[in-house]
């Protein structure tokens, strides 16, 4: 799919974030304390589907709406450049118009007021002002401060995984953060998709960067 640029999950075959030149993106988070169904499909051809499909966002995630008992937990923003940005969310399900605006998403519903979303809507709103190149947005990621105690969300995990799972940038042997991605979109339409790579001590290890140009369909 030359017009595709994704990451690729090399055992379902799907994506987590992509954008085409075409002017389509899309990015899916997984959602906590909502198991997959037996035979359960990869939540990442939900993302794939939409990229290298041609249907509206609305269209796209209205259809998907009656079959999200089909999936685990996920929270999916399909949208085009020139169009419109939806959201769906299968616990519900939800789903939404966004409009302009800064959004937060993590590992629960879009915009849940956990710390490490709200200070990173917050930082973004401020740089976006800036017109930040890369590597501020990958220094606001790069947050590794834990939450107090007492503003950790309880979402059934225990309060010792909840400090792992605090902070914007996850470092754990076991489960953690691998990559950091940071797509802009220029007027013009030149794209620039740049993604840093980190081993399981959160080390950078490669940071990658592809150009394009968003056209006609």
Request: one cysteine or more.
């Amino acid at each position: 799919h030359p017009q595709l640029c994704a990451g690729r999950d090399l055992e379902a075959g799907g994506t987590w974030l992509g954008f085409t030149s075409s002017g389509r993106f899309a990015v899916i988070t997984n959602r906590r304390g909502h198991p997959a169904p037996p035979a359960a499909r990869s939540r990442g051809m939900l993302t794939l589907d939409f990229l290298l499909g041609a249907e509206p966002p609305r269209g796209h995630v209205n259809r998907l709406r009656a079959r999200c008992a089909e999936y685990a937990g996920f929270n999916l923003l399909a949208g085009e450049i020139d169009g419109d940005l939806y959201y769906l969310g299968n616990h519900g399900p939800r789903v939404d118009r966004l409009g302009p605006g800064v959004y937060g998403l993590s590992n629960d519903m879009l915009d849940t007021p956990w710390p490490k979303l709200l200070g990173a809507r917050e930082e973004l709103s401020a740089l976006l002002r800036t017109h930040p190149e890369p590597e501020a947005i990958f220094a606001l990621l790069a947050d590794r401060t834990v939450p107090p105690d007492p503003a950790l969300p309880d979402t059934g995990v225990g309060l010792e995984q909840e400090r792992l799972l605090g902070p914007r940038f996850i470092c754990s042997p076991d489960y953690g953060t691998r990559t950091s991605t940071c797509v802009r979109v220029h007027r013009d339409g030149r794209v620039e998709f740049t993604e840093r790579s980190f081993d399981a001590d959160g080390v950078a290890q490669a940071t990658v960067q592809h150009r394009f140009d968003v056209g006609p369909a």
